[in-house]
């Protein structure tokens, strides 16, 4: 017993000097960095206030709510009684369809545990309900309020605390805290990988190396500049189509979500289906880059690209394909083009790529003026914005799934995810240059510039989607949480050209990498595009398996004749794919390094 007692001693001891290290990491943080935070503390501020006017403007309703509320509770806490002595009740409340947070057996079977879950979910649906309900707010600043009650909600669910979690008490008792020790390990190892904002480890850090178990796609890079490396794959037909095609990868992002792994890479199932496949791979800016505008990403990334693939197969025409906002580059290099009859692309395809930022989403409401000044200010000491804090506020969308769920398996229970090549890639980052994203803020998310028949110009071109009559392919996926469906429909109505509008099952990743063998998920189809995207969706057809197969029956008619398979020329090769530039992670540097 002394021994156990001894044990406990220590790990409380070890515990409370890696919670004074992080403690004085994140107010040394606090201090550097005032001025940064801001613009959230004001947003914060702002909406308490709308809060107190929303609940001011109605108080009968409010306290219609609170005695419901009370007289609920107090039903809970007579059913607590009745359960204590064995009786058999009914649950007052249950968790919606699709939480996992309460799967563990003991929030059902225990008592006290199952009162503590229906006192949070109760708690919560009056909240949500309260912040639902309010009068006298504008429909944005409502919709604001919501996201972070709902964040706020969702942060003190009592999973997220090792006393009111029995998985984690369980845990803590058989090792002796000695899992509450090891998370407080791996918090401190992953804050040192983190910006402002904390990344929560995703997948098991060591679990794949590029060009050994991930990204292994044979290739050469065959181009390179200071923005983007160009990548030729070794075709896998002996005949391949004449078009060659090129892909075009969001610039936020690691190009190898288009080729993770052989059962589920896109890259490779495009040469085994007779295609010359190059590849876009962008650098990951540092300070140098402060002055990139969007006009180089176009100028340096798809544009030269195309050059170059001309005079490495002889085809001046192209197929593009462009990921989330490699879909919004291969749009405006289109509309380029087409505005002055230098049509480098026979077919267009976008996945997932938002084009009217009218209403984009969760992300679009935490996007205003305040907001844009307090990330310029951040961006004005380093020359760009930290690509770790864009995956954070990404994966606080789905906050649950995204975060929560992986803090209490760190942090709480001590133990690392199991190893995942999606969520590998999603917690390797990339910067975005200070010029491109105060253009991407402001043009287009505050403005909306790209969707509206004004004088956006790029490398010195009007860009106007209107102009662009080359045949289009847009994917978009029903459970995208980033570029939501609604969002990428507009390509229908903006372009000129004819439209393929096709909607995938699953969100924005698994809605877009959905490879025909797995044999999952489904799709909607439609050839009518009419203007409202629910009367399309009225009218649509479902699918059963991959869009993949679609797509590649579409692009069959802008593929062109069958020719030899083109050999990499040797004199041409700089390295073997991966390449270098996708090589270099945040994690593994700090800012200073980046801005000397």
């Known amino acids: 017993m002394l021994d156990w007692f ?10 409370c000097e890696f919670q004074k290290s992080i403690a004085d990491d994140l107010f040394d943080q606090f201090e550097k960095g005032p001025d940064s935070q801001k613009g959230t503390v004001e947003t914060a501020t702002e909406c308490c206030r709308n809060l107190y006017s929303g609940v001011t403007k109605n108080p009968e309703r409010i306290v219609e709510q609170q005695i419901d509320y009370w007289q609920k509770q107090l039903q809970l806490c007579n059913n607590l009684l009745l359960k204590i002595v064995g009786e058999e009740v009914q649950p007052l409340v249950r968790p919606s ?5 309460f799967m563990d057996d003991a929030w059902q079977e225990n008592a006290l545990f199952d ?6 979910l109760l708690s919560s649906e009056h909240m949500l309900s309260i912040v639902e309900n309010l009068e006298g707010v504008d429909q944005r600043s409502h919709k604001r309020l919501k996201y972070y009650a709902r964040q706020a909600v969702n942060a003190f669910a009592p999973t997220n605390f090792a006393l ?8 803590t008792l058989e090792t002796k805290g000695e899992n509450l020790l090891q998370g407080l390990q791996l918090m401190v190892e992953d804050k040192k990988k983190s910006a402002e904002m904390f990344n929560v ?8 190396e590029l060009g050994k178990n991930i990204a292994t796609t044979p290739g050469f890079v065959v181009a390179q500049n200071e923005l983007m490396q160009l990548i030729q794959y070794v075709p896998a037909t002996p005949q391949v189509n004449r078009t060659p095609v090129l892909v075009i990868p969001s610039w936020v992002n690691k190009y190898y979500i288009l080729d993770l792994t052989e059962k589920n890479s896109y890259v490779k199932w495009l040469t085994e289906q007779g295609h010359t496949v190059f590849m876009i791979s962008w650098v990951n800016p540092d300070s140098s880059y402060r002055n990139t505008k969007l006009d180089d990403y176009l100028r340096l990334g798809p544009l030269a690209a195309a050059e170059t693939i001309e005079k490495i197969t002889g085809e001046k025409q192209i197929s593009g394909v462009g990921y989330c906002l490699g879909g919004l580059l291969l749009a405006c290099a289109t509309a380029y083009g087409d505005s002055h009859n230098e049509k480098r692309f026979v077919s267009s395809t976008y996945m997932a790529t938002t084009i009217d930022f009218n209403d984009p989403g969760d992300i679009g409401l935490m996007v205003d003026e305040r907001m844009v000044e307090s990330v310029e200010k951040r961006m004005s000491h380093c020359g760009y914005y930290d690509g770790r804090l864009l995956s954070v506020g990404f994966n606080l969308l789905r906050e649950n799934e995204l975060f929560w769920n992986y803090y209490v398996l760190n942090y709480l229970k001590g133990e690392r995810p199991a190893a995942f090549d999606l969520m590998h890639w999603n917690s390797d980052n990339t910067n975005v240059p200070e010029s491109t994203y105060r253009f991407l803020l402001r043009e287009l998310y505050l403005r909306n510039q790209l969707a509206a028949p004004t004088d956006f110009t790029l490398n010195g071109r009007r860009i106007n989607l209107s102009d662009i009559t080359t045949p289009t392919y847009a994917l978009a996926a029903e459970k995208d949480h980033i570029a939501l469906w609604r969002s990428c429909y507009p390509a229908t109505q903006l372009q000129s050209g004819d439209v393929r509008f096709v909607l995938a099952g699953s969100g924005h990743i698994a809605g877009c990498i959905n490879p025909p063998r797995a044999n999952k998920y489904y799709y909607y189809l439609n050839p009518e595009r009419p203007q409202d995207p629910e009367e399309w969706l009225d009218r649509a057809f479902k699918v059963e398996g991959s869009w993949w197969n679609d797509w590649g029956v579409w692009q069959q008619q802008y593929a062109g004749d069958a020719v030899p398979a083109r050999t990499i020329d040797s004199n041409l090769i700089i390295e073997a794919a991966p390449g270098s530039y996708v090589r270099r992670r945040l994690d593994n540097y700090s800012e200073t390094q980046a801005a000397a």
């Open 115 to 120: 009162f503590i879950k229906q006192t949070y």
């Open 164 to 171: 009111t979690n029995p998985e984690v008490l369980r845990k």
């Open 201 to 208: 480890c995703m997948s098991e850090p060591n679990a794949f």
């Open 97 to 101: 369809v699709g939480d996992r947070r």
């Open 6 to 15: 001894s044990q406990c001693a220590r790990t409380i001891e070890n515990i």
